[in-house]
């Protein structure tokens, strides 16, 4: 059932330090970008990671495919430590395991034809007999709804769509089972958005794909996702099934999160109106996370005891896992 | 709606470039009442912004503007230099998106204040300091006096957006013109900027045009929508009434292919193809090419304006074939 097991994940950057700092002996500062997170992602499953920027989510999702090695913890792919991994069963691992980038323009080679984008990704992991290169780079076009002709074409003739597209197709060429994919809609406009979700959907459904869905957007997340992670400063705050979450959000941020959300909606204008912002403050400092629970500066039911110690994700006498101590039921 | 603040009127902007002519705004009409909210909206390439910077001549040397935009009764695009910049900053102020390229690094926020208030208002020194201390007290900056002083390197992404606001109210505009002012902010921060706007437009009696690409940015906030698709006007009209009863069959794609629409998991439904080139004189209808609605008169002939309701004109041939999204009535 769990594909992808994740424990206790940590990631840290050293901040840059300045001369007076080094002279003085000061210690060197750490950017907490992702801090003891512990999910599992089920086959077959849409997994949605939401927060706001400076949440961890990217370096997160960049961590799963040890684009960046995590400080702490432990990943688990059908079992087998990922973060031991070495040579060929490395190589393997990558296989499975696929990205799908935000940035349609800075992810695909300039220089190379989507025809040779695509070879190469067959190439690499030998996935089918070098002869069936030409005819299975065809399939995958047709995968992503492209004309077999864009294996000619280089990635500026195409749109920001069909650039996302392409990325798709690169990722699908090695037959992974689980894709991440780092807010890949982001950079389009909302028409062009929804064939690209829609893409991802139907993947779905044909290929059995299991999905990370990274996103700022708590729509899409709300539309796409079987199950959803809330992160906070580099902590899951709750995570659970994603129509419960939203009908009956349990954590105070992901209250706000939901009711910060503009929406098309009958009488939205006098409901604006008549309602206060959803949350005073601003996201505190990575590199100054403030103790305790990393929302009680901004939190409108803080205690004291909130800025005491983290709180743990725990069930709380819910239906799913919840950091927040004034939460029970 | 007695008579308008602001009138556009067949405004129409063409850049020369190297590879020809862009028309970026082809004969944009619309009215802006006094206290009223305006959600100008459309895609990426649409016009929207080239339309608001056109307002206050704010486009550079290779746009070639025409049209007129009505000011209490002088034309904005043909007036003086000199008396363009006392209506400029002053009656008619703008926020643009990135506040950290619009505000000057090299500059105390308080000093930016002071430009403003020099340049249009009469008060002596100690009344500037005491109104830049105001304003960034209503635009919600604690320890507004200390804040004067800072650099905007010193504030986050949300206190900048702030801090431009506060510019912009400092010669008590009758007109805001927004630029995407939050766009660029997370949905917790563009939720608090949003607030202040709203609360600034009402306790201040300001009119404001506010430019997104986010409807329900538009729904939430404005009191009128145009929308806007290659450098054309659609579809204007009170946002309820154009949300719920679409009459132009490009923002009626458009709401489809919001996810929402429909129960979560399902297929969203797309605008098929590619908005136009907007480097060669469309013909018809510039959404006919993608429009599932198109007859053949939609490709030679460009539907103009036309009443529906009061107050909500479409260009479009489909106008009545369009299905109503809501039940009239039950809104």
């Known amino acids: ?329 | 709606m007695n008579t308008p603040l602001l009138q556009v009127q067949d405004l129409r902007v063409t850049f020369t470039t190297g590879r020809g002519a862009v028309h970026a705004v082809d004969g944009v009409t619309f009215d802006v009442g006094a206290g009223e909210v305006l959600g100008l909206v459309g895609e990426s390439g649409s016009g929207k912004s080239v339309t608001l910077r056109a307002i206050p001549r704010l486009l550079h040397d290779n746009a070639a503007v025409s049209g007129r935009v009505l000011w209490h009764g002088q034309d904005l695009l043909t007036i003086p230099d000199e008396r363009l910049r006392a209506i400029r900053g002053g009656q008619v102020a703008m926020v643009f998106q990135e506040p950290m390229s619009a505000l000057n690094p090299v500059l105390p926020i308080g000093m930016q204040i002071d430009e403003v208030l020099v340049a249009h208002t009469d008060m002596d020194r100690a009344a500037r300091r005491r109104r830049a201390i105001e304003l960034l007290g209503l635009v919600g900056i604690a320890s507004a006096a200390t804040r004067l002083d800072q650099y905007p390197h010193e504030f986050s992404g949300g206190m900048r957006q702030r801090a431009m606001i506060a510019i912009s109210l400092a010669a008590q505009p009758a007109l805001l013109l927004a630029d995407e002012p939050t766009t660029a902010l997370d949905v917790t921060i563009q939720d608090q900027i949003l607030t202040l706007l709203l609360q600034l437009v009402s306790e201040l009696g300001m009119a404001m045009v506010l430019v997104t690409h986010d409807l329900g940015v538009v729904a939430e906030t404005c009191d009128r929508v145009a929308v806007m698709y290659a450098g054309r006007l659609c579809e204007t009209g009170p946002v309820e009434l154009v949300f719920n009863r679409p009459r132009h069959a490009y923002t009626d794609a458009l709401l489809r292919s919001m996810p929402g629409d429909g129960a979560a998991g399902a297929m969203l439904t797309p605008i098929p193809g590619q908005p136009p080139r907007i480097d060669s004189p469309v013909p018809g209808c510039a959404f006919a090419p993608r429009c599932s609605y198109a007859e053949p008169r939609c490709t030679t002939e460009r539907p103009v304006l036309t009443a529906y309701a009061p107050g909500h004109d479409s260009a479009c041939y489909a106008a009545t074939r369009l299905p109503a999204r809501v039940e009239e009535g039950a809104a």
């Open chain 1, 1 to 329: 059932m769990t594909l992808l097991a994740v424990e206790g994940v940590s990631k840290r950057f050293p901040a840059r330090r300045g001369l007076v700092d080094v002279l003085s002996g000061r210690p060197r500062q750490a950017v907490h970008a992702v801090e003891q997170v512990s999910l599992e992602v089920r086959r077959g499953e849409t997994l949605g990671i939401v927060g706001e920027s400076g949440c961890g989510k990217s370096t997160f999702a960049r961590c799963l495919v040890r684009l960046y090695e995590p400080d702490e913890g432990a990943i688990r792919f059908e079992g087998a430590d990922v973060l031991a991994l070495q040579g060929d069963a490395r190589r393997n691992f990558n296989r499975h395991v696929q990205m799908v980038f935000q940035d349609p323009y800075g992810s695909l080679n300039p220089r190379m034809t989507v025809g040779d984008t695509l070879a190469e990704a067959l190439s690499v992991h030998a996935v089918v007999a070098r002869a069936q290169v030409p005819a299975r780079v065809r399939e995958l076009l047709d995968l992503v709804h492209l004309p077999a002709d864009a294996a000619e074409r280089y990635p500026h003739e195409f749109s920001g769509g069909q650039r996302q597209r392409i990325g798709i197709a690169r990722a699908l060429a090695v037959e992974p089972s689980l894709i991440i994919a780092d807010e890949p809609v982001s950079a389009l406009d909302v028409s062009v958005q929804a064939s690209i979700v829609n893409l991802f959907l139907e993947l779905q459904a044909r290929l059995g794909l299991t999905l990370v869905f990274i996103t700022h957007d708590l729509r899409l997340v709300k539309h796409m996702t079987h199950r959803v992670a809330v992160m906070y400063l580099g902590r899951i705050v709750e995570v659970g099934p994603t129509a419960d979450l939203f009908a009956a959000p349990r954590h105070p941020y992901t209250q706000a999160l939901i009711r910060a959300v503009p929406h098309v909606k009958p009488a939205a204008r006098e409901a604006r109106r008549n309602r206060q912002a959803a949350v005073t403050g601003e996201l505190p400092s990575p590199l100054k996370p403030p103790p305790g629970c990393a929302f009680h500066p901004r939190c409108p039911i803080a205690q004291p005891a909130c800025a005491q110690a983290v709180p743990a994700l725990e069930d709380r006498g819910g239906a799913w896992p919840v950091a927040c101590i004034r939460v029970s039921g």
